[in-house]
């Protein structure tokens, strides 16, 4: 079946580092792939997606590009800010098997000034 | 404003006491779906609709049935609740074009 798994957190990261979150999936069929970012009390909110390989998603800083020869989608971003403390799940959809939808673990970040 | 809503944001109920949690969404999508989240499992499907009157399992719906009457409901009910489904709960829909999902804010739902 299709799955989801994401780099553990917790990840501590100082103001203006550089992040990396791993994410790899496993799939039956082409999915499209997602990045969600969930704030303290809050749901979760869209923040990337790319639909084919080699489509590269971006938003407000953050990157990740569907790599399908190594079943990928990392999350990065070259400048961390102290907003962007909050727990980051990578997530698929596979419309070819009856939208099956399929989240990771989630990633804890926390970015200290 | 697009948004997915739901009722209650908190709930403290005690085993076997039925209880229903709403969710609408104002978006007119087809798709609708309920997770549970907890520590170290990241969300988990219990329920999702295509459309009206079309309902499917997910990955944890025991315990669980959902209906969907009208498009912007699609609620969560639970027969006989019991600890193990102390949870957060989030209700999503999208549409079948994006699947870009919309997240309700949660019902965080305590069972003792």
């Known amino acids: 079946g299709n799955s989801v798994t994401q780099m553990e957190g917790p990840v501590t990261l100082s103001e203006e580092a550089f992040l990396t979150i791993n994410c790899t999936y496993t799939?039956?069929?082409?999915?499209?792939l997602f990045w969600y970012v969930q704030y303290p009390g809050e749901g979760l909110q869209l923040l990337l997606k790319?639909?084919?390989?080699?489509d590269k998603g971006s938003n407000k800083g953050f990157e990740a590009t569907y790599r399908k020869e190594t079943t990928s989608f990392h999350l990065e971003k070259g400048s961390v800010q102290v907003s962007d403390s909050a727990v980051y799940f990578c997530?698929?959809?596979?419309?070819?098997?009856?939208?099956?939808?399929?989240f990771g673990a989630g990633t804890r970040l926390t970015v200290k000034p | 404003e697009a948004q997915v809503t739901q009722n209650p944001r908190y709930l403290i109920t005690v085993t076997g006491k039925k209880l229903t949690v709403t969710c609408s969404q104002n978006?007119?999508?087809?798709?609708m779906s309920w997770y549970r989240q907890d520590p170290g499992l990241g969300l988990r499907q219990i329920y999702y609709?295509?459309?009206?009157?079309?309902?499917d399992k997910g990955d944890v719906p025991e315990g669980y049935k959902v209906s969907r009457k009208e498009k912007r409901n699609f609620p969560l009910i639970l027969e006989s609740p019991s600890p193990n489904q102390t949870s957060l709960y989030f209700c999503?829909?999208?549409?079948?074009?994006?699947?870009?999902?919309?997240f309700g804010p949660g019902t965080r739902l305590t069972v003792t």
């Open positions: 999503a829909s999208s549409s079948p074009l994006t699947y870009e999902q919309y």
């Open positions: 799939a039956t069929g082409y999915p499209s």
């Open positions: 790319a639909t084919k390989a080699d």
């Open positions: 997530a698929l959809i596979d419309s070819g098997n009856n939208n099956d939808m399929r």
């Open positions: 978006m007119n999508h087809e798709y």
């Open positions: 609709s295509m459309n009206v009157e079309v309902t």
